[in-house]
T-cell receptor, first 112, second 112 residues
Framework: KAGVTQTPRYLIKTRGQQVTLSCSPI?????VSWYQQTPGQGLQFLFE???????NKGNFPGRFSGRQFSNSRSEMNVSTLELGDSALYLC???????????FGPGTRLLVL | AQSVTQPDIHITVSEGASLELRCNYS??????LFWYVQSPGQGLQLLLK??????LVQGIKGFEAEFKRSQSSFNLRKPSVHWSDAAEYFC??????????FGTGTRLLVSP
């Protein structure tokens, strides 16, 4: 079974732009979570989706948003990019929220 | 609020020697505890998890961890380290399987 797929793997943007990252969960998994990993703040929870509904949200500004589609694929969007948004964005999926998450390889975003 | 402390930023172990990575958590109830490993440029791979039952849990790649409620610890151990174990290790805590709070990580170096 294929793992979690994230696209693109690498991205370079400039301040003020917006970006959309995509995550395709493992087949049959309906729960998707997003995490941000930076050298300064470490791994931080962004949000969690299940059946197209946001169940949990981390402590991030409103510039960070996400959604989940009926096929369980998820996207996250960051608007008005700041230099501090440079990070590895990790997506994780699980069959349901009550089961172990499996992580994708991440999208590395660099904001210049 | 939940928190996780991994007191060792770096650890160097000789190949074949035993390994123990420390993890202390702060959480009011019985936590869900996880150890993940991250190789350079990769996402997170689950090594093992604990949420109930036997306090000594076995994971993949020969790793084990012991939950000690009295010490609020969940240390990761391996009896004999291989060069391929060099990576960064993250301890995480959650109220369930989602919305995990991660420690800052311990980078393991394996010397010949």
């Amino acid at each position: 079974k294929a793992g979690v797929t994230q696209t693109p793997r690498y991205l370079i943007k400039t301040r003020g732009q917006q970006v959309t990252l995509s995550c395709s969960p493992i087949s049959g998994h309906r729960s998707v979570s997003w995490y941000q990993q930076t050298p300064g703040q470490g791994l931080q929870f962004l949000f969690e989706y299940f059946s197209e509904t946001q169940r949990n949200k981390g402590n991030f500004p409103g510039r960070f948003s996400g959604r989940q589609f009926s096929n369980s694929r998820s996207e996250m969007n960051v608007s008005t990019l700041e230099l501090g948004d440079s990070a590895l964005y990790l997506c994780a999926s699980s069959p349901t929220p009550g089961e172990t998450q499996y992580f994708g390889p991440g999208t590395r975003l660099l904001v210049l | 609020a939940q928190s996780v402390t991994q007191p060792d930023i770096h650890i160097t172990v000789s190949e074949g020697a035993s390994l123990e990575l420390r993890c202390n958590y702060s959480y009011g109830a019985t936590p869900y505890l996880f150890w993940y490993v991250q190789s350079p440029g990769q996402g997170l791979q689950l090594l093992l998890k604990y949420f109930s039952g036997d306090t000594l849990v076995q994971g993949i790649k020969g790793f084990e961890a012991e939950f000690k409620r009295s010490q609020s610890s969940f240390n990761l151990r391996k009896p004999s380290v291989h060069w391929s174990d060099a990576a960064e290790y993250f301890c995480a805590v959650g109220t369930g399987f989602q919305k995990l709070v991660f420690g800052t990580g311990t980078r393991l170096l394996v010397s010949p």
